[in-house]
């Protein structure tokens, strides 16, 4: 029995349509509406417009992209809370590598892993 190809039955869900829109100031960063619409198009008004910020630090590695959600009503108060939207990011991912660190550190190595993994050799 052949199985089914997940793309053939890929679906846009219609009740749950949004319209993007991105402002930018072209050097610090961009901050994107996302407008909830129904199928014929128009602006659903029983659902409200999700915000969100978005920059780039530059790190040894080179630019890390950081976003976060902007709890806002319009484009004004958006661009207000931009810089509390991308430190409370850039807090939360200090926040999840110092999590991260404590867990490689806190892990227990077997020799099998040092040596790249179980070896497959029967004695």
Excluded: C, H, Y
Aim: charged share 30%.
């Amino acid at each position: 029995m052949a199985e089914e190809n997940a793309l053939e039955n890929i679906q846009i869900d219609g009740s749950n349509l949004w319209k993007e829109e991105n402002f930018t100031d072209l050097q610090t960063g961009s901050i994107r509406k996302l407008t909830p619409i129904k199928i014929d198009g128009s602006e659903d008004e029983a659902r409200e417009a999700s915000w969100s910020a978005t920059t780039n630090i530059m790190t040894p590695g080179g630019a890390l992209p950081i976003s976060g959600e902007i709890d806002a009503s319009n484009l004004e108060e958006a661009v207000a809370k931009f810089p509390e939207a991308i430190n409370l990011a850039i807090q939360k991912l200090q926040e999840d590598m110092i999590k991260m660190q404590q867990e490689q550190a806190n892990k227990i190595i077997t020799p099998d892993e040092l040596r790249g993994g179980k070896s497959d050799i029967i004695i």
